[in-house]
């Protein structure tokens, strides 16, 4: 039962969060990234509407659209691969919770 993989995950976890300095990175992450959120939610409906305007006159490849999403998709997954665990946890949490974060 000690041998699967299952277990090793969440004692490499375990380890990277004994240390201080992964909280530090924890925070850090989580504020940078609930003010990437909170940017992406002021500008991301703007951005979309003004495509689906684009979209509806015939100028706009939906196709396009797609591939540079997948492929920033696959860019963004490499980058918070290579950060620290905490920063990269944080910064996705964080992220997530300026997404929704309600206005007001």
Request: hydrophobic share 55%; proline share 3%.
């Amino acid at each position: 039962m000690e041998s699967l993989p299952v277990f090793h995950a969440l004692e490499a976890l375990g380890r990277a969060f004994s240390q201080k300095e992964t909280w530090v990175l924890l925070g850090v992450g989580a504020l940078s990234g609930y003010a990437l959120g909170r940017v992406a939610r002021a500008l991301l409906p703007w951005a979309a509407l003004l495509y689906l305007g684009a979209a509806l006159l015939g100028r706009a490849d939906l196709e396009a659209l797609a591939h540079h999403l997948g492929a920033a998709s696959k860019e963004v997954w490499a980058f918070l691969s290579g950060l620290p665990t905490g920063l990269s946890l944080g910064a996705v949490v964080g992220f997530l919770s300026g997404l929704s974060d309600r206005w007001g």
